[in-house]
Structure formats: C-alpha cells, structure tokens
C-alpha cells in the first residue's frame, strides 16, 4: 500500500522518543515579507503598517478587514515572479488560489484549464512550476475610496487625451492636441471650460479660453512637462473605477493601438506614464506587460535613434472597455478565445530567511491584493488508524487508549475507520484481531491490544478518575477538540506504562487529531506553532523525559494536514467540503483556525466583526462601567467601559495582580480605591455611581462596602446561571441590532473575542440557555473575566436605557 507523504511523516515523527505529543490539524498561514504592499481603498500601505481593524483591498472588488495578524517573525522565503513582470515576496507557507494548464504536445486541442481553483503552498507550487502552467485569478476592479476633491479635477478622459497626444511643455505657451480623429476632439470639446479651434491643418488644436484646464495642469505638476516627463496624478490613479476607466480611455484612444490579432497595447516615451497605466490596468482587473525597446527612424539613409520606447500590452476579459475610439475598438477580440484571463507564475526561487507577516481578513476566502495587484491569501481518523494498525504488528503487546468524547462517535468513526478501510488497505484480516464491543477492546493475536474509551467530561467524575486504571503506551484522541484539557492531561499521565519504554526505549506518548477551533488546544499548540514559525510543522522543548534512565528534554508538536494531504479520501469527500458554506467550508476544507464557528456559538465572528467600529464615541456623557471580581487562582478583575454604546476599554486590576495576602489593607479596599480611580479617569463622580455595577459576591461584596465608605453607591450584579445566560443573550442581541458596538484599537480586544467564542447556546422551552461557566472555563482553561466584565457592563447600561428607550419592551430579555 502506498501511503501519503504527510501520513509518512506522522509515522517518523511518533517513532521520536523525544516527541511526546504531536497534534495532527488543520492549519492556514499566508506570510508576505516586510516591504511588500497591501492595497488598501486608501492606496497603498507596507505590509508592516497594517494593523488589526485596518481596510485592506480585496479580490472581489471590494473592502475587508485585517481581523489577525497571526504571524510576525523570521521564516524561510521566496520570490515569486509572473508573466507580466509583477513580483512579490512571500512565506514557503504562504497560501495561493490557484489551477494548472498544460499544453499537449500532440493533436492540436489547445490548453487545458482545470474547471477548480484550488489552495496551495509557495513550496507546494515549487514543486510544480517545471512541469505545468502555474494560474493565479486576477482581481476585479480595485475601488478606492481616497477622497479628492472633484473641483480639483479635469474630467479624466480630457486629461487622458492630453496626457496621449497633448503638448504642454511651454510654461506660459499655448495647450495643444495634435490628433486626426475627429470622435476625440468632439468628446474633449463637450468636456472642458472653453473651446477648441484649429491651428493650421486637421491635426493640430488649440484650447482657447481654458484657463480652468491650465490651472488644473499647472497644480498636478503637468504644465511644463515634456512628453517623455508626462504622468498620471496621484488622485487620478487612486479615483473611481470609472475616472480610472476613463483616462485609460483618453490614453489609449490617443497613444494605444489594437493590433491584427486584436492585442491591446499602450506605448508612450515616458516610462512614468507607462508604469502609470500598467497600474492603472491591473487595478481594473488586468494583465499588464511594460517592455522597454529602442526607438527611432531612418533619415537620408542614416538612422535617427530616439528616446527609448515603453510599450504595455493589456489583457483583460473586457478589453473593450478601455477603447471608444470606434476605428480601434472594431479590431478588439476576446482573449484567448473567451477564456478569463489569469496570471501565470513562472519564477519561484529561494530568497533566504526574511521577516514576514501574516494577515488574517475578514473576507470569506482569506485573500487580498499585494504588490502589483497580485491576488495571495482534513481527514485525519485515516493516518491515525494507519500508525495504530503498524505500530501494533511492529511492537508486539503494544497497548494504545484510543479516545473520544463519546462512545458513538467512536463507533461511527474512528472504529469503522480502522476496521473498513486502514485494516483491508493493509491486508489486515480478520484472522489477526478480534474486536470486542462489549467491553470496546481490539485484540491483536501477536499480543497488542487497543483500548477504546468515552473521554466526555461527567459532573460526578470532573478529575477522570476513570482513566486511573489504565496502562497504556500510547494515548491517541481523534477529534481532540471536543474534549476537555483536564480529560487530556490526564490521559497523558497514563501513558508510558508498557512495552514501549521497557522494551524499547520509546517513552509514552500523546497523539490527537483535530479540526481547527478556539480554546485550549489552539492555546497550547496552534498559537505555538504559529509563534515559531507556522509553516507545516514545528516541535518546541516541553518538559523531560527519561530514556533509558537518561533525561532528556521533551517536545510538544503540530503538524499540519489538510484534507488534501489524504489520498484516501473520495473526491466526493473534497466536493462535499467546498460545498459547505464558507465558513465551514474555510474551517474544514483550509483548514482556517480564525474561523472556527459553530452553530450554536453565541458569538459568531461575522457578528463580532459587524459589532466592531473604527469610531471613537462622542456626545454627552453616557457611560457605564462593569466590574467582574476574581476571588483566587489565575482569574483576574477586570473592568469594562462602555462610552456612548461602544465598548472603549477593558483594564485588567493592577492591584489583585500585585497584592501581598499580609498587606494592612484589604483587598476589597484596594480595588475599590483602584476602581473609584478609574471610573474618575472617566468622567464619573459620585453621583454618577449608580452606573457601575460591581458582581457582589465574594470579594465583590467588599469593594461595595468600602464605595459606599467613599459615598459611591454602585449598582450589585449578583451572578447566577440565570442572569448569565440572560446578559449574555441581550448582549448578543445587542451586537446584532448595532446598539452597542466594539472599538477596533481597544487593547486586549483578541482576548475579549475568544472568549466571547467561546459561549454557547441552546433553545429550551423557547428560552435562550446560555452554557454555564464551567464549560466556559474548560474550553478555554481559565475564566472569562474579559466576557464577564462586558456582560456586566452591558447589564448596568440596560438598567437605565430600558427606562428611557421605548425599544426596549417587554419582549426583551430584562434583568
């Protein structure tokens, strides 16, 4: 049996004694070298100036936002070079849309074109490139939303025209237009302020009483300029799609030509003025070729050389957009027989280790537009059932746990994996095993034995017990992520305990398979992995282990799969995941960590990103203040403000994280100080302290006491699983409706979000059920202080704009 690159690579890596837990997952990355564009509808930033909350342009001619930036470190790098001269600098992870054509080289059926795009790696499309046509899609037309005065402006297919076949090289002199066409003149005579006569023949024209025009000329820098110093301005090539349309109109009306094959070019003596059209044209979405060649002409025998010739061959699926003049638009044909057209990769090479950034967008299929408009954004149960079944034959009385949340889960997969489809691509037959589903074991004849067990987290066993019993060498969990981290921790605790580490030297081990979700496996491992580089795999020293007798230091893993990596799989299967809709589809099929929605979250990122604004709040005072209090351990206290129905700042306290247990004061006195400090901060006083709501249990119940001492008297919030799950339904219900919004600088905002994540939902009796905080904390491995102080806070503000809003009626949640 032939068995995947990525699956061999899961075999080595366990056969490590060193590597002591592996997850196998989904995983996406996309890095671009510092110093490479992002287009953005304001032009142009570095890519290491973008920041999270910033627009960035995307590929479907619109507007996305940068809601991570997951990576910003060193990695190994390369330069990508396509057809059309553009280039850009990016990660050998960097992730590209892209198809194959190859040419047959007999009969004559022409190129073939796969009818999918598909994702890829910059390594992955190395491999490739030698052999068959490399296609990325271009974009659709770039809007930009830079705004510039139109009083400022010529109309842009005057100026295209002027900028074409223009002559304004005299400073005082006279402006002029020297073209035959007839259709041009006449559209440029219904275009400026005065008129337009002839000078001594049908070629030359002068605009006469155009001190508009002049003036315009003369502040973009124009007036005086030859024809080899002529360009575009800046607002033009940043204006609307139909300004940008329209004096690549006038450009090549006037200096462009359409050849016998219907090929549309640009030539001018300025090389500014062509760079300025190939920018133009890509940000409409085409192909743009600049090639430089000598100019010039035969005189009495002798040649004349010119200035230098600077031509831009544009391909685009609607040529006959950028021709009106109707000698030249009659001779445009579709290109490529009607094919769209696309950019053709032909250069990948090393450029060494660079520093790189990635993005993560709000847009549903993750890419966006760098330098020169270039477009650049998981079946495991198989490969682990593959190391099972070898590993049992290799080491005889082997014993493996192998894990998931539920029992039926299990059976329906994992268990019908092994035995239907990794046994038989073995030649494992049913002579060597014997399956026992009364007590869910799996018996080798040569001695090993496979332990299935239910990992679900149980009110009358929180520790996992359970698992006490167990002796086991290698712990295997499939679909990691529905179980808790508690439930893995002490799975791992088990392993170790066999022939393995007595008979050869291979300590136990932990290996699990996941989809890409948030909490505390993302936490442990994805966000580790990303911080040492992303890419497919990185390991990182987590402890020690002993080897016979010898310590050494033990690793942590992650390697990514996709489920491309499976060969296995039916193409079905794949067809099945790019139907899903996007958000699964980005989660399961690419294997994208942000986007890891479930749907019975609370708190969807759509929504998330909806609720976030680049405003800051103003008008009158309108402000509340909540207060979630941490009583012991890792929790924290936080405080949450709410400005004007945005939320603008959560501050983690300052004096639980530094307080000594023998200091003379109280805690309860300290944060109640510390609170009264940051509400004043805020515009608060006294009067106003009916708008902070403190939760009044525990510690909670002496920062009142002691406000009260101050004259502030707060408002109580005491916590319950009711008034959680009604706080945070109305808060989600207060996102939805635009009510209350999140501000996109506030610090610890990608903390607040994971945990807002991180809550679910269910209807019971048509009442909303949010899950309890138990959960909460087991999802992500600590509490949700962020999430609480914002609930609370929300809740502070429904007690007094319930009074006065008649929105809120009896059919919303109250408090």
Known sequence: MEISKKQKEILDLMADPQLTELLVGGSAGCASVYGQEVKTPFGVKKIEDIKIGDQISNVNGGVARVIDIPYDGYIECFGVT?????????????????????????????????????????????????????????????????????????????LGVLLGDGGFSQPQGSVLITNPDKEIIEKCRREISGEIIHVRDELTWRLVNCDIEKRRLEKFGLRGKHS??????????????????????????????????????????????????????????????????????????????CRDSYTVYIQHEHKEWFVTLPRKRDRVKPYNGGYAPCKRIIKIEPIGIKHARCLTTSEIDGLYLTNDFIVTHNSKSFSIGLLIAL??????????????????????????????????????????????????????????????????????DTDYARL??????????????????????????????????????????LLMSCNPQQGWLKTEFYDVFEKNGGGFFQKWPFGEVEIKGEKKPAYRAFLRMWAYDNPFLPESYIDNLKALPDRERKRL????????????????????????????????FDSYIGVDVSDRGKDKSVFTLIKNGIVVNQK??????????????????????????????????????????VECNGVGASIRDNLKLRGWYIYEYVATHKTRSEGFYQLMLDFDDGSLKLYHEMAGLDNLRKELAAHTYEMRE????????????????????????????????HIHTDKKDDRHNANRIVF
């Open 391 to 460: 590993w049992s034959k290799m080491y005889p009385g082997v014993r493996f746990f192998v894990g998931r949340k539920t029992l039926k889960s299990l059976k329906q997969s994992t268990i019908n994996t092994l035995l239907n489809k990794v046994f038989p691509a073995l030649g494992i037959t049913y002579d060597e095993y014997r399956m026992h589903f009364q007590d869910m074991t799996l018996d080798f004849v040569n001695g090993s034995t496979i332990i299935f067990g239910e990992l679900d987290w149980m009110p009358s």
């Open 652 to 693: 983690v306290s300052a004096v639980q994280m530094n307080w000594d247990t023998q200091s003379e004061k109280p805690l309860g006195r300290l944060l109640a100080d510390e609170l009264v400090a940051f509400a004043m901060q805020n515009g608060f006083s006294s009067k106003d302290a009916k708008r902070i709501a």
């Open 766 to 797: 048509q009442t909303p059920d949010v899950c309890k905080k138990d959960k909460i904390k087991q999802v992500l491995g600590h509490s949700p202080d962020f999430a609480d102080s914002l609930m609370i806070a929300s809740y502070i503000r």
């Open 228 to 305: 080899w110093e002529k360009f575009i301005p800046e607002c033009y090539k940043l204006g609307s799609i139909e300004e940008r349309l329209e004096i690549l109109r006038g450009l090549i009306d006037t200096d462009g030509y359409v050849d016998k094959g219907g090929r549309l070019y640009f030539t001018s003596s300025s090389r500014r003025l062509a760079e300025d059209v190939q920018f133009i044209a890509r940000s409409l979405g085409a192909n743009a070729t600049l090639t430089v060649g000598p100019a010039g002409y035969k005189k009495d025998g002798e040649y004349i050389k």
């Open 589 to 620: 099929l690419e294997g994208n960590w942000n986007y890891a929605d479930d749907d019975n979250m609370l708190f969807k990122s759509g929504l998330l990103d909806k609720a976030t604004t680049y405003d800051l709040p103003s008008g009158e």
């Open 82 to 158: 396509f057809s059309d001269g553009a280039y850009t600098e990016v990660s050998k992870n960097h992730l590209w849309k892209y198809k194959v054509a190859g040419n047959k080289r007999n009969g004559h059926e022409g190129r073939r074109h796969l009818t999918e795009y598909v994702i890829g790696t910059t390594e992955q499309l190395r491999e490739k490139i030698d052999k068959e046509h490399i296609l990325i899609p271009l974009t659709k037309p770039v809007v930009f939303t830079r705004s510039f005065p139109y009083t400022d402006k010529m109309a842009p297919y005057l």
């Open 468 to 509: 006490g019993s167990l002796e086991i060498d290698i712990a295997v969990v499939d679909e990691a992520g529905e179980i808790t981290q508690e439930a893995k921790n002490a799975l791992k605790s088990r392993t170790g305990r066999g022939v393995l580490a007595q008979n050869y030297g291979i300590p136990g081990k």
